[in-house]
């Protein structure tokens, strides 16, 4: 049964139905992901000892809780109403604590590989899910593809992980309770555009999975919620009925954070400082400024926005008809332009105690490395991303991938450790595909990329 369509759309932003996805197409990128995330991540096959094993952290614990529960569905059931499977970190994970037992039954019957194996798969699922949100926003096959690609790249983007991580079965939680996040979320997606009620039948179930997980997906009705906001120009569910779904997540999220307060002493939570909810979303969403705004080295990352908007406005000058104004004209020449900005950027230096050789050799010193060219080059894209999300916001499903890499962040504020940023990490994937579609529209959508796909791409449907 559809529910009525919604009055208040915003028209402006441009959407066509999403053709349907053939089977063949289906089949490349299951092959593609499959092949690119073992090329990437194919160590876990030779670290598969228990003796091996025992030495990283949290296994020896997992297996105490293992012990403890010989027989899994009658010991089992004290996750249910008590603290899970790892012994010592007190968090209500009853899902959780069933993989990380079976992984040890497995492990200890047939060997650790087959776990390894089981982590693989999951992370494969998490590819394709990453991949199938990213052709959502950006309904483009290119990006989805682009997502996918980038996604099995973790190990390379996420600071700490390890080449044998697969095997570490512990984050086998975070590609488990991830994978139910992210499909509750294409499911919640689906039903605001097509007003099925059983997505969001789907959604309801994948999210209270996911929520006995871990703890991280209690986040989700604000991953909902910004549905509900940004994506109103796909909805035919009105954006009442759907934030009213939103916020009866919410009260569930709620109880179970009451339920386990009750049969857990002391459980784990958050300590959060109120400086935290500044610094951390810096260095976790850009990182190469937020170290500089951080520690008091503000006039980087500064330098190099006044540089980057000095660039935009001799572009945007280069673009007006020289005819219109005389001085335009002028300053259209490169040797009238360029001293200029040279001049610009001088006297900011001079106004923080810098010159142009000091800045010079403070971004190309070879002692360092060029930590800090590598730094500035990375600020410099990213600030091209922030405002090519800002340029089209209009056009463009910008504000939903920039809120769920946000959102994505924000459970883990108060932790440190490569596997917390896990999810994160997956889903910045998605951002950078979508960044990629709108460069390719900032740059007036070429048509050798069309080609290059040989498909047909209508206005409206970006690399489709």
């Known amino acids: 049964m559809n529910e009525a369509n919604s009055t208040d759309a915003a028209p402006s932003i441009n959407y066509t139905p999403l053709p349907p996805v053939s089977l063949s197409e289906k089949l490349f990128l299951l092959l593609l992901v499959v092949v690119l995330a073992y090329v990437w991540n194919w160590q876990f096959i030779r670290f598969t000892s228990l003796h091996d094993l025992l030495k990283l952290n949290d296994i020896g614990f997992i297996l105490m809780g293992y012990y403890q529960a010989p027989h899994l569905w009658a010991d089992g059931l004290k996750w249910w109403h008590g603290t899970w499977i790892q012994v010592g970190i007190p968090a209500f994970r009853p899902l959780s604590s069933y993989l990380f037992w079976i992984e040890c039954w497995i492990g200890l019957h047939w060997g650790f590989l087959w776990s390894g194996w089981l982590g693989f798969w999951l992370f494969v699922l998490n590819c394709l899910l990453v991949a199938t949100l990213a052709w959502r926003l950006t309904q483009s096959r290119l990006c989805a593809v682009l997502a996918a690609v980038m996604a099995t790249w973790v190990r390379f983007i996420n600071v700490g992980q390890q080449d044998y991580w697969l095997i570490w079965f512990p984050v086998h939680q975070e590609l488990f309770m991830h994978a139910l996040m992210i499909g509750a979320l294409l499911c919640f997606d689906i039903w605001y555009e097509r007003a099925e009620r059983r997505y969001l039948i789907w ?262």
Request: charged letters at 10%; glycine letters at 4%; proline letters at 5%.
């Open 203 to 464: 959604s309801w179930l994948l999210f209270l999975a996911g929520c006995l997980a871990k703890e991280h997906v209690y986040i989700f009705p604000l991953f909902a919620l910004t549905v509900v906001i940004t994506r109103r120009h796909i909805a035919h569910v009105q954006w009442q009925t759907a934030t009213t779904q939103a916020v009866a997540m919410l009260c569930a999220v709620l109880l179970l954070w009451q339920y386990r307060a009750a049969i857990i002493a002391d459980p784990r939570n958050p300590s959060l400082k109120p400086i935290q909810f500044v610094h951390k979303p810096l260095l976790f969403m850009y990182s190469s400024a937020g170290r500089y705004l951080i520690t008091g080295q503000w006039w980087f990352p500064v330098l190099l926005l006044l540089i980057f908007a000095l660039s935009g406005t001799l572009i945007k000058l280069h673009h007006l008809e020289p005819h219109q104004n005389t001085a335009i004209k002028w300053l259209n020449k490169l040797y009238i332009s360029f001293p200029l900005a040279l001049l610009t950027i001088a006297l900011y230096l001079m106004i923080v105690g810098w010159s142009l050789t000091d800045a010079f050799w403070f971004i190309f010193d070879q002692p360092v490395k060029q930590a800090h060219g590598r730094d500035a080059i990375d600020m410099l894209v990213n600030l091209y991303a922030i405002f090519l999300l800002w340029k089209y916001r209009k056009t463009e499903s910008t504000a939903a991938v920039w809120l769920f890499l946000f959102l994505s962040y924000a459970p883990v504020l108060d932790f440190i450790g490569w596997h917390y940023t896990l999810p994160a990490s997956l889903i910045r994937s998605v951002y950078w595909a979508y960044f990629l579609k709108l460069v390719w529209l900032d740059f007036g959508r070429p048509q050798p990329w069309r080609r290059l796909l040989n498909v047909k791409v209508h206005h409206s449907v970006g690399l489709a």
